[in-house]
């Protein structure tokens, strides 16, 4: 059985993917399916380029940032534009 292998190139894709229109409404029904109220997290538990945390606003109206995980890097060191 062979690794999967996640470098570069598969951060690019999932980063080009993650920028398409259909999937940036996703990201705006869900967040406004939860409805977060001030006094409320939202936990993302996962991995990849930070789309979810920035549409997430903390108490103070900001989103908090990830943590980082290990053997991510190449998605956690690619930047993330925000939704428009």
């Given amino acids: 059985m062979s690794m999967l292998q ?3 190139d598969a951060a690019r ?6 920028s398409t229109p259909d999937v940036v ?3 705006a029904e869900v967040l406004a399916l939860l409805a977060p ?3 409320e997290r939202i936990l993302d538990v996962g991995s990849g380029p930070g789309f979810w945390w920035r549409r997430w ?3 103070s109206g900001r989103a908090a940032p990830p943590r980082r995980v290990p053997g ?3 998605v956690a060191d690619s930047p ?3 939704d428009p």
């Fill in 37 to 39: 109220r001030p006094g």
């Fill in 25 to 27: 409404q996703q990201r």
């Fill in 80 to 82: 993330v534009q925000p």
């Fill in 6 to 8: 996640f470098d570069e």
């Fill in 72 to 74: 991510d890097r190449p």
């Fill in 13 to 18: 894709n999932i980063q080009r993917v993650y």
């Fill in 57 to 59: 606003p903390t108490p």
